[in-house]
């Protein structure tokens, strides 16, 4: 036990002091190094340049310049630990995300209240809570290995 206290004690093994840190601190996400952990810069940094981080969370390159809750193993400022993504909901559209699926090959189930449409460009397929389903598009083409049925309790072409 008392070699691990020397070796975790800085006056002891020789190396620099530095200010103990208790409590989250705001940093920010600098980069990433080779092996994908964050580079944090925050006040009160022992180091002039950045200080690779342990994280809770994963990173992107798209992360960079967020702002991050830091904390610091025993206290110490050398160690920080990232322990999440500062949010500022001002700054986020207030439009949703695009949602994506998956497909397994077997069958995809999407459903609404009142509608569902499918856009490309200027093509369109609207299905509706009242049963309709509208095609919209600059061409439409329609073709078949076999029978090509149209039913309807009327059929109006042109």
Known sequence: MEELSVALD????????????????????????????????????????????????LFNLSDVGRELALLFENGDPRRPLVIGRI????????????LTAGVDGERILLSAKN?????????????????????????????????NRIKGGSVQIN
């Open 10 to 57: 800085p006056d002891i093994s020789g190396a620099e002091s530095c200010q103990r840190i208790d409590g989250v601190v705001i940093g920010v996400l600098a980069g990433l190094n080779e092996q994908n952990q964050p580079l944090v810069a925050f006040p009160g940094n022992p180091d002039p340049g950045c200080i690779a981080a342990q994280s809770t969370i």
């Open 115 to 147: 509608e569902i449409v499918l856009k490309c460009g200027k093509a369109s397929i609207t299905l509706t809570r009242a049963g309709k389903i509208i095609l919209r598009g600059a061409y439409l083409s329609s073709r078949s290995s076999g029978v």
């Open 87 to 98: 949010q500022h909901p001002e700054s986020q559209s207030l439009e949703r995300p695009p």
